[in-house]
């Protein structure tokens, strides 16, 4: 627990809107009034009152209500006028888009612009938490805010046609968090806006390799990303951690392709400027390269021999996330992760029982002890035992989609950890992220490279008060864990 009171802030709300628009509600940006009509009403009725009020969208509303799907100015154009049919004989219902694409008005608008981005559409439908219709989002509307937004950076990648390119953007990210750590946005939206943005640039990447050099690239397979990457809890200094997934069956030429693929595009990030993980977690290595099958015998490899060097692998394995490719993959393979564990336990119980060599650094009275020249490993002392020992309750849970505050919410609603508890790790996991990222900033304005260690000194007093109160809470939910998975049976 680090804070128990609302966060002061000394700016007005307009000033803050306005430096940092890529992170308002979208509530506050949408437009309101919106021209509804039902699934079955005649088509040139609803087109005719479209014109009327020189609109290019519709939502159609169910008997409920509730949106059911968008009829626009495309679905005319690609589905009535190509048929031949007269037009007066559609009803809305044969020509609407669904299923309908839709964001929660209390959102952020970088979401609503990654939706738009992914599934190539120009407009969200805006829905309160029971699903009612509240308005809509148009990619014009977010066109207004400011041209030097992060929106503006996604448009910029996706533009992009060379690694030279991709390289100009991956730095305008940095310059943009180094930007945004100074100001009082929410530190959980700063780690998924990174995410976010790396996950652009490396789709982009992506696509310019498949077009230059790699059409013929088998279908089948799946590129993932791993650890902070996975949970989309990235920093400054976050290196490569990905593998690639195939299906079984291919034959010699395709998987030699793939090979040749990975190689491409490690070279290429590493190029950009992700650096390459010093384990040589990465794609381009043929033991993070595997067809499904070999996959599930390593990992029953892993998941039955808990050593100290197939815990952390099954652990940053356990994060992977596909960016592209066949995502049926990833999930038959979570599938089969959870069946061993539920078969046995002892894996992840030994998880846990890994994550409590991580003691927080806390002395006599709650002092913080620090290493040489008065630093504290923010990685070390709370953050790696937070994520992994929420990961260890997740596994047993089935729960491990989602980043490491969507599987707290999974865990409260499945009775694993009481409200007021999660809260409190929330909080204290939000700070310590928080504390890591500035201080990577100031490693970087100093001309160091950034790492997971903040100077004691270079911490207010404040601060330093609400470092300790996050250690304690990581201590407390160490001590949860070993008793929930019972760890004194070990040996």
């Known amino acids: ?194 995410a976010r943005l790396n996950d652009h640039i490396l789709m982009r990447l992506i696509q310019l390799l498949v077009k230059r050099d790699f059409r013929d690239l088998p279908r089948g397979l799946a590129f993932v990303v791993m650890g902070s990457e996975g949970r989309m809890e990235q920093t400054l200094s976050t290196d490569q951690d990905n593998a690639i997934l195939y299906a079984d069956g291919l034959d010699d030429h395709q998987v030699d392709r793939i090979r040749a693929f990975s190689e491409a595009l490690i070279a290429a990030l590493v190029e950009i400027g992700v650096p390459p993980c010093p384990g040589g977690i990465m794609a381009r290595n043929a033991a993070w390269r595997r067809s499904l099958s070999d996959w599930t015998h390593e990992l029953d490899r892993w998941l039955t021999t808990p050593s100290p060097k197939n815990i952390p692998n099954a652990s940053m394995f356990t994060d992977l996330r596909t960016l592209y490719g066949d995502a049926s993959l990833e999930r038959r393979l979570k599938a089969h992760i959870y069946r061993r564990l539920d078969e046995n336990k002892l894996f992840v119980m030994r998880m846990a029982e890994n994550m409590q060599r991580f003691a927080p650094p806390l002395g006599w009275r709650g002092r913080i002890k620090t290493g040489s020249g008065g630093e504290v490993d923010l990685k070390k002392a709370g953050i790696f035992a937070l994520t992994d020992g929420i990961k260890a309750l997740a596994l047993e849970a089935h729960a491990l989609d989602g980043d490491t505050h969507q599987r707290v919410q999974t865990l409260v609603k499945q009775g694993v950890l009481e409200r007021d508890q999660a809260g409190d790790l929330l909080e204290s996991f939000d700070f310590l992220v928080l504390m890591r990222l500035r201080g990577q900033v100031r490693a970087i304005q100093r001309g160091r490279k950034p790492g997971n260690s ?34 004194g049976l070990l040996r």
């Open 1 to 194: 627990m680090v804070q128990r009171q609302d966060r002061p802030n000394d700016r007005p709300e307009g000033i803050m809107h306005e430096e940092m628009p890529y992170f308002r509600p979208v509530g506050e940006i949408c437009q309101r009034q919106v021209i509804t009509c039902l699934p079955g009403e005649n088509l040139v009725d609803v087109v005719k009152n479209m014109k009327a009020h020189n609109i290019s969208s519709v939502v159609a509303l169910d008997e409920g209500g509730r949106p059911a799907g968008i009829l626009t100015d495309r679905d005319l154009r690609n589905k009535v006028i190509p048929s031949g049919r007269d037009p007066a004989a559609f009803r809305v219902e044969e020509v609407m888009s669904r299923p309908l694409v839709s964001i929660g008005e209390t959102d952020v608008l970088y979401e609503a612009l990654y939706r738009m981005s992914t599934r190539g559409i120009h407009r969200l439908v805006v829905t309160d938490a029971q699903g009612e219709l509240k308005g809509i989002l148009t990619d014009t509307d977010i066109l207004r805010m400011q041209s030097h937004s992060p929106h503006q950076l996604v448009r910029d990648i996706e533009r992009s046609n060379s690694v030279e390119d991709l390289r100009a953007m991956h730095t305008r990210i940095q310059d943009l968090i180094l930007h945004l750590s100074g100001t009082t946005t929410p530190v959980a939206e700063m780690v998924r806006l990174i």
């Open 454 to 487: 903040v100077r004691l000194s270079d911490l207010s007093q404040m601060e330093q008060g609400k470092l300790r109160i996050a250690l304690e809470d990581v201590a407390r939910f160490q001590r949860f864990v070993a008793s929930h998975f019972n760890l």
